[in-house]
């Protein structure tokens, strides 16, 4: 199920389902429901860009969060 307001992850096979970005953050919604935030605070700009690129890309988002932004993450929502 997509949350209202998000974009659907169109990645084959991926643990993310949708994303939400913002002009600081992106949430990121994975396929279990759990719905986490990543911040230019909390993760930084570089990696925050790269996953808004990844996300837009629907390829890699997923694997670029378990490998580099894990714990990252701001906040659950």
Request: charged share 20%; hydrophobic share 45%.
């Given at each position: 199920m997509i949350p209202r307001g998000f974009t659907a992850y169109l990645g084959a096979g991926s643990g993310v389902?949708?994303?939400?970005?913002?002009?600081?953050?992106?949430?990121?919604?994975?396929?279990?429901?759990d719905i986490y935030r990543y911040?230019?605070?909390?993760?930084?700009?570089?990696?925050?860009?790269?996953?808004?690129?990844?996300a837009r890309g629907n390829r890699g988002l997923a694997t670029f969060i378990s490998r580099v932004a894990h714990d990252l993450y701001e906040r659950k929502l």
């Open positions: 389902a949708a994303y939400r970005i913002g002009a600081s953050h992106i949430d990121v919604a994975f396929v279990g429901g911040t230019v605070l909390s993760a930084g700009q570089p990696n925050l860009d790269e996953m808004a690129r990844r």
